[in-house]
C-alpha cells in the first residue's frame, strides 16, 4: 500500500501571508494531484503533476512535483480568507496500481 | 463540462430502510468511482468501476451494493445500514482509472443513518 503523508495537518495564518504545504511519500508516484475541499463539499482538483521536477503555477498557487516523484508541496502567495480549506494531496503509484489520497492539510487564512 | 453531479444532496435514512444514491457524468469517463468520507478524515475508496464493471472492491460490507447502468451513470444502493455508515459519500469519475488520470468529484451527499 502506497501512503501519503501531509504537514502540517493544521495551519492558520493570517490574510496576506505566504505558507508552503507538503506531500511526500516513501515511494515513487507515477503522478500527484492536489484537490481543495470545503465543509460538506466534494474535492475540487486544483493540478496535476506528472514529471519529476516539474512546477506548475495557477494564479496565487505554485505546485512543485519532486525530482524522484516521491513527494510534492503547494506554495500560496499573499493567502486570502478563500484559499481556507482542505488541500488534499492524492497519487497513483507507479504501476497503475492504487491511487490513494493523503490525510490533507487543514488551512484557515484569517482576515 | 467537467461536472459530476450527485443526489440527493443530503439523506436520512432509518436502519430498515433501502435507499439508492445516484451518480452522473457526461465527459466520456469511463472509469467512475464511490469514496466515503468521515469527518476530518480524507476520502476512502469504495468502489472502482472500469468500462462498466466493477474493478475494485475495497472489502465494503454487502448492505452497499453498487450499480453502473451505463457508462454515464453509477448508483449506490443502501439497505440495513448502521449509525456508523453515517458520512459523506462521494462519487467521481476519471478518463481511465490506470495512467495519470485526473478524477472529478461530485458534491456528495451527505448521509445519515439514524
Known amino acids: 500500500t502506497q501512503l501519503l503523508e501531509q504537514s502540517p495537518q493544521f495551519l492558520s495564518i493570517q490574510e496576506g501571508e505566504n505558507l508552503t504545504v507538503y506531500c511526500n511519500s516513501s515511494s515513487v508516484f507515477s503522478s500527484l494531484q492536489w484537490y481543495r475541499q470545503e465543509p460538506g463539499e466534494g474535492p475540487v482538483l486544483l493540478v496535476t503533476v506528472v514529471t519529476g521536477g516539474e512546477v506548475k503555477k495557477l494564479k496565487r498557487l505554485t505546485f512543485q512535483f519532486g525530482d524522484a516523484r516521491k513527494d510534492s508541496s503547494l506554495h500560496i502567495t499573499a493567502a486570502q480568507p478563500g484559499d481556507t480549506g482542505l488541500y488534499l494531496c492524492a497519487g497513483e503509484d507507479n504501476y497503475g496500481q492504487n491511487f490513494v489520497f493523503g490525510p490533507g492539510t487543514r488551512l484557515s487564512v484569517l482576515p | ?114
Open chain 2, 1 to 114: 463540462d467537467t461536472e459530476v453531479t450527485q443526489t440527493p444532496k443530503h439523506l436520512v435514512m432509518g436502519m430498515t430502510n433501502k435507499k439508492s444514491l445516484k451518480c452522473e457524468q457526461h465527459m466520456g469517463h469511463r472509469a467512475m468511482y464511490w469514496y466515503k468520507q468521515k469527518a476530518k478524515k480524507p476520502p476512502e475508496l469504495m468502489f472502482v468501476y472500469s468500462y462498466e464493471k466493477l474493478s475494485i472492491n475495497e472489502s465494503v460490507p454487502s448492505r452497499f451494493s453498487p450499480e453502473c447502468p451505463n457508462s454515464s451513470l453509477l448508483n449506490l444502493h443502501l439497505h440495513a445500514l448502521q449509525p456508523e455508515d453515517s458520512a459523506l459519500y462521494l462519487c467521481a469519475s476519471s478518463q481511465d482509472w490506470r495512467g495519470a488520470t485526473e478524477a472529478f468529484f461530485g458534491q456528495g451527499t451527505r448521509l445519515t443513518v439514524v
